[in-house]
């Protein structure tokens, strides 16, 4: 879509010029992906401020995707060097600018040191997040391919248990192995992260890498999974039970699922992120759980299975329109077992939206 | 292995020592792997230089990891933060530290910023890449993790070849994903990076992702693939032909085996990493293929998929005694197809040590 990405470049260039910048060299891969469709491992962005010509730019790779630039980027004069960014650089100096922002949230210190050295008589100086602040709204186009990488998650979820994938005797391991295959199988081009599978007491570890223990009745069990369809990650946690649920499994599943929904209800346009955050913790700490939800209730998710904005006591801002966060809390038992539940939602004017479907009720196997 | 973690972080102290330093933030993650241990996805390290005790350091993580930090970590003091580095740093100025190094190729402008913010009465200063300089020569433990990795890739080819998975009929993909597995069923981790299967005019392209394109009877197949075990990565290409190879494959292929034997053979301790890419370079060259030969020859390998040293044109430096490179010449002809064969190798001062040890005769399928 290169008519997308020319807007999505002017509105930088906007900002680049009310900040009094030249030219902005962008240098995140992932920035550089949003404002021109490449997907290569080396890549970098040099847009001037000028209005000489509609859209001003420069794209920088180096010879191993010539090609691949040729097609995805046919609109932007090209560089080709290794060191990209540091001939983007060059050339922004030998073409007159004076000063020149960078991500400097991105850019090492020895990084910056490089452009310095190649920029001659240029002046650098931080140009922000501003291509991370635009990515934040998503656009329809960009919604359809979130739902796309949602569905094949929804739905390898979905096949793994009702054709009894997940179930005592198998070992955590085989079990993610078997859901990251499906999710390749629908369609998905990546998983967006090791997928977790944490059975029994390990469900009560956060982030927990699958290992070869056997699941076994009595277990609770955690699923955080996501497929990355079209450089869009998906992200969703549900927690299944084998057997009958203890006493206290059943009560902490039915706090967690409370907390989850009280989360997803205070999604709102202008919503500052703490009380979004605050709304789901203050059930779990209200049950007497709030050390043991010991993270952020969710993130923004998109290009980058982390992005802006943070829902946590620790985030600051609110939420626009057209954003996707994820709304996950959760209580982990230290020894004995936790729940999580997690949804990918778009916060709209008219409600949350949810993009993962899978059922909340407590799924007994 | 705690007692050579200490030792590494032993050899490190020596060297900030000698550079004057009070301490060094060590914040790459997978330096902060090799010198502690520790396999969690957010970790640093303060390393002190005084003598005070006989191995003072601090190591940084947060609440998420501290199960995973006593285990793998038992032996240094924890601070937990979710912005580790920031409080090691402000820990460093604490403790009295004046002149503290830090790694100016990871540590980003902003987040030297964070530091400099944190630490009252510091100086930063870069410390450089002492610890990559260290991970260059593999202890004959590291050695054992790598030559897993290696078989474990050998094998999984081996059997996708003997079991008929590449065949005319199949997808880049699907031989790609049953690759994969093979590998994880094997025991790997991870696999190193994403698998590049490349059949037909797409072989011709250095870095490809496997596509739905269905392999035909002709196809030249280049497979560029390998296995993480334990943190370590193994990383090989073969390329097969479907049916009786043409003329020019078979001329291609042959040229491509004589570069990397004589590539190969060049490996030594105190060898220029120069003249061991022209060693492999003169060949293709000689053939008047020079142009085709779009990249460098090759790469080390260990904790990281590329790391120091670089064998190419622009690389610089001499190899060290037990340091593992992978030797990958390739000749890539536009539209119709290419060729490369990569091991994973040991420079010993008795000659190479072939780690990746799948035939490079002409797989014919």
Redesign the interface.
């Known amino acids: 879509m290169p008519a997308s990405h020319a807007v999505r470049r002017d509105l930088v260039r906007k900002q680049l010029r009310a900040a009094g910048l030249d030219a902005g060299l962008i240098t995140s891969l992932v920035n550089v992906r949003y404002l021109t469709g490449f997907t ?2 080396n890549g970098a962005l040099l847009i001037w401020t000028d209005g000489s010509t509609a859209d001003r730019a420069v794209f920088g790779t180096d ?3 010539d ?1 691949q630039r040729a097609s995805e980027v046919p609109e932007l004069e090209p560089v080709l060097a ?1 060191e990209c960014a540091v001939a983007l650089a060059a050339r922004a100096g030998r073409d007159g600018a004076r000063l020149v922002g ?1 991500e ?10 490089a452009l310095v050295a190649a920029a001659e008589g240029v002046e650098l100086r ?1 140009l922000g997040r501003v291509v991370e602040g635009l990515r934040v709204r998503k656009s329809e186009q960009e919604l359809l391919l979130l739902q796309r990488a949602c569905d094949i998650a929804d739905v390898a979820l979905a096949d793994l248990l009702l054709t009894g994938g997940l179930r005592p005797g198998r070992t955590e391991r085989e079990v993610g ?1 078997e859901l990251d ?1 499906r999710m ?1 199988d629908l369609g998905a081009h ?1 998983v967006s992260f ?1 997928t977790i599978i944490a059975g029994g007491p390990n469900s009560a ?3 927990h890498h699958p290992t070869d223990r056997v699941l076994v009745a009595g277990d609770l069990v955690k699923l955080d999974f996501g497929a990355e369809y079209e450089g869009y990650h998906s992200d969703m946690t549900r927690t299944v039970v084998l057997g009958e649920p203890a006493g206290w499994q059943q009560e902490v599943y039915d706090l967690v699922v409370a907390a989850q929904r009280a989360g997803r209800e205070a999604l709102a346009v202008d919503a500052d992120v703490r009380e979004v955050d605050q709304a789901a913790r203050a059930v779990i700490e209200g049950a007497g759980y709030g050390e043991q939800f ?2 952020g209730l969710g993130h923004g998710v998109g290009l980058e299975i982390h992005e802006a904005p943070t829902l946590s006591p ?1 985030g600051a801002g609110t939420l626009a329109e057209l954003t996707t966060v994820t709304v996950e809390p959760g209580v982990y038992l ?1 020894g004995r077992g936790g729940v999580r539940i997690e949804d990918t939602l778009v916060v709209r004017g008219t409600g949350p939206e949810l993009l993962t479907q899978t059922t909340k009720d407590l799924v007994i196997l």
Chains 1, 2 share one sequence.
Not at 104 to 113: K, S, W, Y
């Open positions: 290569g491992s010879g191993r995707y090609t290794r960078f400097a949230h991105q850019v090492t210190v020895d990084g910056l040191a931080s192995r295959g390749l990546a090791e570890i956060p982030h010991c993270h620790l230290a």
